[in-house]
């Protein structure tokens, strides 16, 4: 069934214009045909009733489960050519509910503005994922932060994926076995150069656990979904 994000009021679904136009043009919906629409929280089960105008009427609430047990904050420092889009399309898929890129000492291209259109066209991404995967939420994506914004992102737990902790104790895979359910979390992935030594003394400053992704040193993007895919699957596991 196709899935859209939309607003419901008073048991019809509104869609904006880019949702309408994929529906009715690109898809051709017929009249009696259900599609599942997320509002951001939850999933409704839908009957198209009418297409000029499109009027869409919610005939129940979809029960499945299909966001995950915790928040999980993505910050990854902006990479070259397209891996933060390869990192926000599987991210969506992964569950993550919030990607902040950001510009740390080492980044290599560094964006002029907060938001440009490499951040619309994520946000693009994020919403195709989910919609792909049939998300209740969008998952949010932040303009560009200042590495030192990360560091005062909230959250119950913050960990720091620091290459010159590779194949130590404190593994990513250990804390997310033990995370409960409900509790945010925020992974910090640096760039291709890695994080300089201030910018890990800053972390460690800030409350931040200093994790292993393995005893292998990943690409940057690789890392990042290292991260979202073992939150991912001990997340839905539960505790
Ligand atoms: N150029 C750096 C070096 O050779 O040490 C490697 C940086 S790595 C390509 C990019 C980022 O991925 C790191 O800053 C870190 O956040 C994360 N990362 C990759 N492998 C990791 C590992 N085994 N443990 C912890 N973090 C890792």
Redesign the pocket.
Known sequence: MQHYFGTIVDGHAILDSAQRHHLVDVRRAQIKERVEIADGADVFLCEVVSLDPLDILVIGKSEERRELDNELILAFATLKSDHNDLIVLKGAELGVSRFVPFVSERTVVKPKEPEDNKILRLRKIALEGAQQCRRAITPKVDGYARFIDVLDIEADIKMF???G???NSNSLLDIAKSVEKNRSILV????????SDAEAELARDAGFQF??????????ET?ALYAASVLSAFSEEGK
């Not at 640096?190 to 994080?195: L, Q, Y």
């Not at 994790?211 to 940057?220: E, M, P, Q």
């Open positions: 994926a620091y290459e902790q590779a194949g910090v992935i640096g760039p291709e150069g890695g994080f994790v292993s992704l393995g005893r292998r040193i990943l690409r940057a890392a």
